[in-house]
C-alpha cells in the first residue's frame, strides 16, 4: 500500500468501536481500510503530535512506545476476529508474541498503515502475522497469538 492517503475507510471509528471494547484514548486504530472476516484486516493510525503518550516518551523528542505499535497491531486483527457472527460481543486476549521486532521509530506525522494476516485457528485460539509500516519501511513485524473470549 503506497498511498495511504487514497486508502478509503471502510469502517472508521465509530464501526470499529462497534466491533471492539476499546474506547478512546485507547482506541489506536483510527480506521479500517481492508477487511476478509476471520481472515485478514489493514488499519490505519495517524500519530498526531497530540496523542496523550507523547508528553512523557519522551519530552523534546516524542516516539509512540513500542507496546502501544504492538496494540494498535492487536487492535487491527481483533476487528477480523471480532466482526464474525459468533464472535460478536466477545473480546480477544493475547495469548503470546513471537519474533516481534522494531525496526523504525513511529514519531509524530507519520502514519502507520496496520496489517493482519491470521494463519492458524484452532478453537478460541488462534495466530497471526503482524506488520507495522511508515511510507512503505517496516516499523514493527512479528507472530501475534490470541485468545477470543
Known sequence: MD????????????????????????????????????????????????????????????????????????????VAELCLEENKGKIVLFGGIDSLRFRRQVVPGDTLVLEIEITKKRGPVGKGTARATVDGEIAAEGELTFIVK
Do not use: C
Open 3 to 78: 498511498k495511504v492517503e487514497e486508502l478509503r475507510a471502510i469502517l472508521g471509528a465509530e464501526e470499529i468501536m462497534k466491533i471492539i471494547p476499546h474506547r478512546p484514548p485507547f482506541l489506536l486504530v483510527d480506521r479500517i481500510v481492508e477487511l476478509i472476516p476471520g481472515k485478514r484486516s489493514v488499519g490505519i493510525k495517524v500519530v498526531r503530535d497530540d496523542e496523550y503518550y507523547l508528553r512523557g516518551h519522551f519530552p523534546g523528542n516524542p516516539i509512540m512506545p513500542g507496546v502501544l505499535i504492538l496494540e494498535a497491531l492487536a487492535q487491527t486483527g481483533a
